[in-house]
Each structure stands twice: as C-alpha cells, then as structure tokens.
C-alpha cells in the first residue's frame, strides 16, 4: 500500500512554535486534503505543556518527549526522527527551509533513502505523484522537480505558505510518548540561547526604512544612504552581505535570520530579493526597488521600482525629499 | 589541527541566467562561474581558526578548470594546501553525488574539521556539508556564524544562527563536519599579484574517483518566476525617477 501520510517536524524555540512550523502545516493540508492523506505534525521537546493544547491544522499532534529535545540539537533530533519515520512510514515529511531543517535533511535522506528536495515554495499532488516547485539562485529560477512514489523529504522556504491557516478551530488528538530511542552519549550539545541585543535602533519600530543591498558596493557609499534615511526621518536596515561586511550592525538585518519589519515605507536600494531578505520585509505596506539588473527578483516583491543607478538616484532623491519636507 | 574546506563553483547569480534549450537547465556557455558565497565564508573562518591555532587548512576545490583559479585564490589568502576535485560541470549541482565522491577524499586526509558554506546557489537537494557528514560518519551543525575550538583540540564550541537574530550556543565533538553561514569576520582580499604568484607556484594535488550512482532530484522545468506581479516600473533618468518617487511619497504622506 502507498502510504498516506504528510509528516511536518516542527520548529520551536523558547516554547513557542515558530511561524515556519504554521505554514507547513498550511502546506501539508493543501497536499493531504484533496488526496485523503493524514497530517500529522511531529513535536519534538522536553516539556509537552505549551504544545499539548494548540489548535493545530493537523489530524494529530504527536508530541515526542526527552530532556536533551528541549532545545534544537540536530544530534538528538537525527536519532528520534530516524526512528520514528521509519516506525510512521509517511509519504512526505515537511521540513523548514530553515537552519533547523537543513541541519537534518541530509541524516533523514541517507537514513531513510529519501530524496530531499529544498527552497519548496509549493508542492501538489498530482494523482497519486507529488510535484515541487522551488526557487534556486537568489530566486531568479524557479525549478519543477518530481519523485518517485516513495518518501520524499521537502524543505519548505519560509513565507510561501499562510500562516493563519496552519491554526485551526479545534485541537486535534494529542499523542505524547517518551523518545524512543536513548539519547545520551550526544556528539553535539546545545548550551545556551542568546537574545539578540537592542542596543541600536529597533528596526522593527521604525516607519520608515531604507534598506541597502549589496549593490551600494562600499561602506562609504552608506554615508548616502544615510542621508537619504535622515530627510525621510527613518532608519538604514540591510540584507546579510552588507552585515557580513560589517558595514552595519547585525541589529540591522533584515531576513530569515535578522528581522522582519512591517514599516510604511521601505526602500530597497540595490538589494536583489534573495528569497532569504523578501522573507523579513514584504509585509511593508510600500516597497520601492532601485536595482540596475531588470530581472532581480526584488520587483516581483516591490510596487514600483526603477533600473536607474542606485548612486546616481540618491543624491536627487534626499535632495528632492529635503526640499519637499521643508516646505 | 587538520582543517579542509570544500569550495564549490556555482552559477554566479548577479549575470542573466539563461535556461537552455532542454527547458530544464542552464545555458552551459552563458554561465559564469564563481565560488559559492558561503563557501568563502568557510575559508575565511578556517583561516581565523588558523590564525588562533597551530592549524593547517586545505583547500578543496570541486569542478573544472575554474576550480583551479578558486584554489589559487585559496592559497594567496593563506591556505597551506590545495587539492582539486576534478567532477564534470553536469554532475555539481547533485549534492548526494557530490557527498559520495567527496567522502574518501576527505577521509584520507584525516581532518579534525570539515568546513563549507550551509548552502549552494543552485542547490536543489540536502546541503553537502550535511550528506557529506553522514558519509565521514562525522556529526555535523550548519547555519554557524562563529567557530572556536577547544586547546585540546577535540571539542568546538559553535553559534548557529536561528531566526528573529537568536543565536544557539553549542559544542560539537571532533572531527565534525560544520555548516558555514558566514565568517566571524568580513571575508579578507588576495590581490591579484599575489594570486598570480599562487597560480606559478603552488602544489595542487588532484583527486579523481569514480562518479557514484546515485538517483537525484528530476528537474522537470525551470522556468523564471513569472512577471505578473511585477513591480510598476518608473522611467526616465535618476533626476526624472526621484521627482516621481517624491510624488508618490507625498501621496501617501510619506513626506
């Protein structure tokens, strides 16, 4: 028999689910529901309490139980999710797209002689087929891969599923069980979560955000980004590659592993909308895209954008703007 | 202490990609190749790490003749070592093939820390640096922004990076395999002489194996994404673009 299953691992930290593990419930259901599978989402975690009573868009919540699960240890989680998925035999099993996910896709796939397809952004069923569609090269290409009707391992890349749908209005059977497998003797231990520090500017408070992009090309050229910030009275936040370059602070980064932000305005100058940025600001109620490459992935995201030189563009735009708000 | 870090050539993604006539990959001859970003990143923090310890680091690089100048590169900015992985352009992309054919590579070279970047631009499947530690049997965290490695040289202390800015604090038992998101610090520059002089005189050694078999991901179509939501364009040179964004804005009440 063909199995039947969607399983999503979830993701949490500090107790809480984290929004990734909500959409790929919303993923899983749009895969199960017109096929008649089950979904069952899969928590690992040394206390059950906060997830025992949540009204997850699952048909069970199987909860697994040990104190080394409590935080995300990708030695531990290896071992219980080898065991179990074995054990639960699922068709499809959701992972995050995330730096949990893709810690533990390569064990599960050799483990469990699964293919692993990433930077999911939707997948079908197609009859009995599965189909994927991710997004590779910065999000300038979009790839359909299919499988064979064994498992499939997926990694679902953030902000391609709705959230609010992974919630329902009724908390499915709950099943807790200890780990099934011994989990001492680890060769990785986790020690400590750090909070990030907010010394600097709380870019996720500030209306109005100009963000740079590897395309304003050095750290001098920041001192016109940042005048541009000043006369618009808001803030400078960037995307990963200015901060590796310690151009600003990591307090400034916006994306998957920085901030999401919801400002009024953002202005995206030379940024090419990896899907990893697009994640943390395309919830901005006005996004403006100076980028010279036509095909960067940034206006598929933007409301109005331009082709023109972001370096040419700065020094009319804070003119303009200086001038405008002294009237 | 043995380090290696594995370099990978990857589409650079700045250029226009074109998809090639099969409709399922990339146009060979339009490509441009450069090494993966986070795979820089793993070399400057082995090179870190080579600053703090009395370490070696080798260079693995993966591909053509491009992987070649990739280890030039390598050697100029400090590595000790350089080891080329010849592997045709076709097969790169597949990291469970690539995972196999890298395995007893490192394995004779019995590293106490395997380095790459958590992700490849063109990566479809699982990272290599994951498939590439159930390989060596080795454990592995990806996603790390920082590395340190205890004086006895068997334990690693490591901060992975986990969404909304969080950072876990963790300890790896060595060997490992470590997933690098990017370096402890901006990633350092070898000028164009001293590559040159890395080029003339370095030592590379070559590793040919046999390709592995393995069955891969099937990529149907790639397509771009398509254009319908594609932002409202504004024309004319920088003077005319910033007048209309001011219009814009004062609409909106943003000025």
Redesign the interface.
């Known amino acids: 028999m063909i199995p039947r299953e969607v399983v999503v691992v979830a993701e949490h930290?500090a107790g809480e689910l984290?929004?990734?593990t909500l959409e790929m419930l919303t993923c899983a259901r749009e895969v199960a529901f017109p096929l008649g599978w089950h979904v069952t989402c899969l928590i690992l975690v040394d206390d059950p309490k906060p997830f025992q009573a949540l009204p997850l868009a699952s048909d069970r919540t199987l909860i697994v139980t040990d104190a080394p699960l409590g935080?995300?240890?990708?030695?531990a989680y290896t071992r219980v999710l080898l065991h179990l998925l074995k054990d639960l035999s699922p068709r499809l099993v959701l992972l995050g797209n995330?730096?949990?996910g893709?810690?533990?896709?390569?064990?599960l796939?050799?483990?469990l002689g699964a293919?692993?397809?990433?930077?999911c952004t939707r997948i079908r069923g197609e009859g009995e087929r599965l189909?994927f569609t991710?997004k590779?090269?910065?999000?300038?290409?979009?790839?359909?891969?299919?499988?064979g009707d064994g498992l499939a391992?997926a990694?679902v890349m953030?902000g391609s599923y709705n959230r609010e749908l992974g919630m329902v209005d009724r908390v499915p059977p709950v099943e807790i069980r200890a780990s099934p497998v011994s989990l001492e003797a680890l060769?990785?231990?986790?020690?400590?979560?750090?909070?990030?520090k907010t010394e600097d500017v709380d870019i996720t408070k500030v209306p109005?955000l100009v963000g740079a992009g590897r395309g304003i090309q050095s750290r001098e050229n920041l001192k016109a980004v940042e005048d541009l910030a000043e006369a618009?009275g808001g803030a400078v936040c960037a995307t990963?590659?200015v901060v590796?370059?310690?151009w600003l602070p990591?307090?400034r980064?916006v994306g998957?592993?920085?901030?999401?932000v919801k400002p009024?305005?953002y202005l995206a100058l030379g940024v090419?909308g990896a899907p990893e940025h697009v994640e943390g600001m395309k919830g901005s109620d006005?996004?403006?895209?100076v980028n010279t490459?036509p095909?960067a992935?940034i206006?598929?995201?933007?409301?109005?954008?331009?082709?023109?030189?972001v370096l040419?563009?700065l020094p009319?735009?804070t003119?303009?703007?200086r001038a405008?708000?002294g009237r | 202490m043995k380090i290696a870090v594995i370099l990978r050539q990857v589409?650079d993604?700045?250029q226009?990609?074109v998809?090639a006539a099969d409709g399922r990959s990339?146009a060979k001859d339009e490509l441009t190749y450069i090494t993966n970003?986070g795979d820089e990143?793993a070399l400057e923090e082995a090179l870190i790490l080579k600053s703090r310890h009395a370490a070696t680091v080798t260079a693995v690089s993966v591909g053509g003749d491009e992987a070649r100048d990739a280890l030039a590169t390598a050697v100029a900015k400090g590595a000790d070592e350089a080891l080329l992985v010849s592997i045709p352009l076709e097969r790169r992309g597949d990291n469970?093939g690539l995972?196999a054919y890298l395995a007893p590579a490192i394995t004779s070279g019995g590293y106490d820390l395997v380095l790459t970047g958590?992700?490849a631009?063109?990566?479809?499947?699982?990272?290599l640096?994951?498939?590439?530690?159930?390989?060596l049997s080795f454990?592995?965290?990806?996603?790390l922004t920082a590395v340190a490695v205890e004086p006895a040289g068997n334990r690693a202390?490591v901060?992975?990076?986990?969404?909304?800015?969080?950072?876990?604090?963790?300890?790896?038992?060595l060997p490992?395999v470590l997933?690098i998101?990017?370096?402890e610090?901006?990633?350092r520059y070898a000028s164009v002489s001293k590559i040159s002089q890395a080029k003339r005189t370095m030592q590379v050694k070559e590793f040919r194996g046999s390709l592995p078999n393995v069955?891969?991901?099937?990529?149907?179509?790639?397509?771009?994404?398509e254009?319908s939501?594609?932002?409202?364009?504004?024309q004319?040179?920088?003077?005319r673009?910033?007048?209309t964004?001011?219009r814009?804005?004062?609409e909106?009440g943003?000025?």
């Open positions: 930290v984290s929004d990734i935080s995300f240890n990708p030695a995330t730096s949990v893709m810690d533990l896709a390569g064990t796939s050799l483990g293919p692993v397809v990433s930077g189909s991710s590779l090269c910065g999000g300038k290409l979009l790839a359909r891969t299919d499988v391992i990694l953030p060769p990785v231990r986790f020690l400590e979560l750090v909070e990030p109005i618009l990963r590659p590796d370059q310690r990591r307090t980064q998957r592993s920085g901030m999401t009024r305005l090419s006005l996004i403006v895209a490459d095909d992935p206006f598929e995201t933007a409301h109005y954008g331009t082709t023109v030189d040419e563009l009319f735009l003119e303009r703007i405008s708000r | 589409p993604v700045v226009e990609l998809i990339l970003e990143h469970h995972a958590v992700w631009a063109d990566q479809l499947d699982a990272g640096a994951g498939l590439l530690a159930v390989q454990p592995y965290v990806g996603g202390t901060h992975k990076e986990f969404p909304g800015g969080r950072l876990g604090v963790m300890e790896v038992s490992a997933g998101q990017s370096a610090q901006p990633l069955e891969g991901v099937h990529v149907s179509r790639l397509t771009k994404p254009a939501a594609k932002a409202d364009m504004l004319g040179d920088a003077s673009v910033a007048e964004l001011v814009i804005l004062r909106r943003l000025v």
